[in-house]
């Protein structure tokens, strides 16, 4: 078995933190080094991830999470959120290729011209929609990373995402896609029923 087959079903959602656990900048430092390899779409890099670790603040975030117990014994309570208008730095984000001569300036004003006009003719949804779908890219990878430096996460949708926005002063362009606690894990029930492949998986039509 692969180490990356045995992380993959190490990393469970933890229910029940030790209480007290620091997590240090230098440690979630290391993590979100590794998240910034994670994909999106042209490489626009939706994600911000608002790690709220100040007692006082973390009890607002309880609070907004409806007081799951999770999140105060969690060491941290990350906001992962997404960014409706990243489409907007795409100069910005190619301007390192078209300095290399990776592109030419005419493959970087096409790529700066496209990606504004594909987000702009689809809309505010699809631009809530992309926010999400690529924070939540994002999100999966920090779980396994987490796992893999030995911390233990619960992804969770549980919460009011205006309470959060109002009490951490998230800028209205951010969705809040979930909320991820991070810990470590005091004790672990077994794995809920997983579905065999045959029941969701589909080859060619449906």
């Known amino acids: 078995m692969s180490d990356f087959t045995t992380l993959l079903k190490a990393r469970r959602s933890a229910n029940n933190f030790i209480p007290g656990v620091e997590i240090l900048d230098k440690e979630l430092e290391e ?38 117990y999770k999140v105060k014994t969690a060491s941290a309570a990350i906001v992962v959120l997404g960014n409706k208008d990243a489409y907007k730095e795409v100069a910005a984000i190619n301007e390192g290729l078209l300095q290399l001569g990776v592109m030419s300036k005419q493959e970087y004003d096409m790529t700066v011209e496209s990606v504004l006009g594909f987000y702009e003719e689809r809309g505010e949804t699809f631009k809530q929609e992309e926010a999400i779908r690529n924070a939540s890219l994002s999100a999966m990878l920090f779980m396994l990373a987490a796992k893999d430096k030995g911390w233990d996460t619960c992804p969770m949708i549980g919460f009011d995402p205006e309470a959060l926005r109002r009490e951490l002063h998230i800028p209205d362009n951010y969705v809040p896609a979930m909320l991820i606690t991070i810990g470590k894990e005091a004790s672990q029930r077994p794995r809920g029923y997983r579905k065999p492949t045959g029941e969701f998986v589909s080859y060619n039509t449906f």
């Open 31 to 68: 993590l979100f080094q590794l998240v910034k390899f994670a994909p999106s779409a042209f490489n626009l890099q939706h994600t911000h991830y608002l790690v709220v670790r100040d007692p006082e603040l973390k009890n607002k975030v309880y609070e907004a999470a409806n007081q799951q």
